[in-house]
Structures are given as C-alpha cells and as structure tokens.
C-alpha cells in the first residue's frame, strides 16, 4: 500500500515536471515571437493574435511558476497541498482584479 501511495506521488510529480516544460519551452517561443514581431513588425496592431501574445507573457510566467510550485508539493502531505491550491487561488484572483471586485476598498 505505502509503495502504491509514493509511486502515485512519484507519477504526479512527474506530470507536473512534464507539464513544467512543456510550458517553459511555449513561453520561450512567444518571448522570441514578441522580439522578432517587435523587429520586423509581422503582426498587425490590435490583432487577436497579439492580444493573445500580450495575455500569454502576463500569464505565462505565472503558470510556470504554479507548475512548479506543484511540482514541489507533489510529494508533500495533502493539508500543504491544499494549502498551496488556496494560495494560487488567491494569488490569481488578485492577479484577475486587484480590489476582489469592489470587496476591497482601494
């Protein structure tokens, strides 16, 4: 039982490793996307595509960070993963709107 429980946290971990990458290497390819773009200008101004570019380097580095943040609990207990579930809750719903929507007073 306890080797089905660490194989199951070893797997997870390896899916978030995974996941991490795959994310580092996107987020790689739109930064030199950007800098080219900027260079030879090749995407219109205020096209979807360079609205989606500008969200994608905003939140980009973001979810790198939360992958591996998961990646790094994986094996932990499963009050500290829910604890850090909260925290990236937060942290996005501040990213989203800065006041919570008004429930913050500015």
Do not use: H
């Amino acid at each position: 039982m306890a080797n089905d429980t660490q194989s199951a946290k070893q797997k997870d971990k390896q899916l978030w490793n995974n996941l991490g990458k795959f994310i580092a290497v996107i987020i790689t390819l739109i930064y030199i996307v950007n800098i080219t773009n900027n260079i030879w200008g090749y995407i219109p101004l205020g096209s979807v595509w360079l609205n989606i570019m500008v969200y994608a380097m905003y939140y980009g580095p973001m979810a790198l960070i939360l992958v591996v943040t998961f990646e790094a609990v994986a094996d932990k207990t499963i009050l500290t993963r829910v604890l850090f579930i909260l925290f990236w809750a937060a942290i996005i719903c501040f990213s989203i709107s800065p006041n919570l929507w008004g429930l913050i007073p500015a």
